[in-house]
């Protein structure tokens, strides 16, 4: 089973849940920012979280999901780290669904920086889907 997991991430919280659920998922986590993000090979699970800032999701991230091809990605799995609230996670499924992707209902989270635990979560997230 194909998996790929890719994030956006300000202060590194974010990114320490990705490569948690990347090692889970037996690959490596890619920011958006890297040229190497897109998604060029079909996979069967594509992991993709990022941080909520005054609400939303990061700009970059949405424009990655805007350029998901969904023939290639059989089902999305999301995560996200915030504050407060996890909108994060509803606005990452609503961007993914509305680019025609199945979105497993089943979430990771962490409040700011994972913790011990919070990072075994997460790659056992990783490892099961
Ligand atoms: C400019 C800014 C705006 C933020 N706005 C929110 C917010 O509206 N709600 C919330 O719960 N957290 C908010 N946060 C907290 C971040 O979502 C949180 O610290 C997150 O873990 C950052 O992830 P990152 O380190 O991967 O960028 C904000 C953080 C920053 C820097």
Redesign the pocket.
Known sequence: MSKAVR?????????ALAAAIATGAGTTAISVDESTAAIVEPVDTLFIG???????IDKKLKIFISTLDSSKVKKAAVFS?????K??LDLLKNELKARGITVIEETCY????PGTNELKAAEEFGKRN
């Open positions: 994030y956006y991430s300000r202060s590194g919280n974010t990114k990022g941080g909520l800032y005054a609400y939303g780290t915030s504050w407060l609230s909108h994060a962490a409040k700011n920086m």
